[in-house]
């Protein structure tokens, strides 16, 4: 019997058919195959999960992020119609939390619908489940399948797990990386033999100047362009948040997690969650090329307090008891101090708006520069 996963046996037929298979092409098949894809038939979430997200640690990120959306709806206009977006909800925490926050505010709740994308079967059980009560919500395939008007969209640790490309210098030029099975008959990296034509004059000025066997990943722009158009042509505001990096560089970040631990990428495919680092300057200058603004990107631990997360921990824990003030002392704490065991340097924050917005609460108003 093989001890390869289900998925590794489809991924090794294909490489051994048409020969190594690109990085992106790898990451898509393990996480989005229709019958052994990582995101459609798990719930990857919580401590019987693979990780943790922020809505799950503490319910005063879906509640900052609700009154957020508060705010964009203000810089509307008010409009009497908005859709709530939200990208890949996972259970469905943060809307949910957003929903109860957003209660003290009647306007704005009556002019709220709820539109969440979510193509994993799995997935949309439990936000069925956990939004029970909310009125007005439905699902969808892909955020072009949603009925046009204004809308405020979210995403939260959507971009991640988008597949990424990647390049490695060589003397030659930039190879784009795959993967093989190789000698030891392992999956494998390696790099296609010609390099890629006129890759260098695309790449970010700082990374023109990178060493030979430097990597360089990047996401093509579909995702963040069809969301950047929506908001320029129809009005509103996005916002997402995500772990990266501020800068546009060289640098290896795809890795693989399984039950809260890192682990080898190349290995159980289909049963780990794959993602790499977002490029949160690649996002900004893409939304800016098609004529939407962008805002920030700032870190969340900076993002979260100034919406008030420490203020709204003060008033969980006037009336608690013990253990739920230590609840949410810790994730004040994880959901806003520094790397390692906090996310709030990690993980970074950005709208994207119309260009008649032009500020966003708790954003800088700066573009990203170059």
């Known amino acids: 019997m093989s001890d390869y996963s289900p998925l590794e046996t489809l991924i090794r037929k294909q490489i051994k058919a048409n020969g190594p298979m690109p990085v992106s092409r790898y990451m898509q098949i393990c996480l989005t195959h229709p019958q052994y894809g990582y995101y459609l038939k798990r719930d990857p979430l919580g401590r019987d999960g693979d990780f943790v997200t922020a809505p799950e640690i503490s319910q005063m990120f879906g509640e900052l992020v609700g009154l957020w959306a508060a705010s964009v709806w203000h810089a509307m206009g008010m409009p009497a119609e908005v859709k709530f977006i939200e990208l890949g909800p996972g259970r469905g925490t943060m809307m949910a939390d957003a929903l109860r926050a957003v209660k003290i505010l009647p306007a704005f709740r009556e002019a709220i619908s709820v539109h969440l994308v979510e193509k994993s079967p799995t997935l949309r059980d439990k936000q069925r489940e956990k939004l029970a009560d909310a009125a007005h919500v439905e699902w969808y395939e892909q955020i072009e399948d949603i009925p046009e008007g ?16 990647q390049a490695v210098r060589k003397e ?25 034509p006129r890759f260098d004059v695309l790449l970010p000025p700082v990374v023109r100047a990178a060493p030979v066997g430097a ?20 009005g509103g ?4 948040i995500d772990y990266g990096h501020l800068r546009s560089d060289a640098g290896e970040t795809f890795q693989a997690v399984a039950r809260h631990n890192y682990t080898n990428p190349l290995r159980n495919a289909g049963l780990a969650d794959l993602t790499a680092h977002v490029d ?23 993002f979260l307090k100034s919406l008030g997360i420490e203020t709204r921990a003060q008033a969980l824990m006037k009336n608690a008891d013990e253990d739920s003030q230590k609840l ?5 704490a994880r959901l806003t101090g520094p790397s390692p065991e906090g996310m709030g340097s990690l993980f970074k924050v950005l709208g994207i708006s119309h260009p008649a917005i032009q500020t966003l609460a708790a954003l800088s108003d700066q573009e990203a520069k170059s």
């Open 150 to 165: 204004p809308a405020i969209i979210l995403a939260n640790e959507f971009f991640d797990a988008l597949p990424i490309h």
């Open 280 to 302: 949160f300057q690649a996002l900004a200058r893409a939304a800016e090329d098609v004529g939407a603004r962008a805002h920030g990107p700032v870190e969340q631990g900076a």
């Open 237 to 240: 505001a996005a916002l997402i």
């Open 172 to 196: 030659t030029g930039w190879h784009e990386r795959a993967i093989e099975i190789d000698g030891d008959d392992a999956l494998a990296f390696t790099t296609a033999p010609n390099p890629m």
């Open 328 to 332: 949410t002392t810790a994730g004040l």
């Open 215 to 234: 990597i360089f990943e990047w996401r093509p722009d579909n995702e963040i362009i069809t969301l950047a158009r929506r908001v320029r042509d129809q």
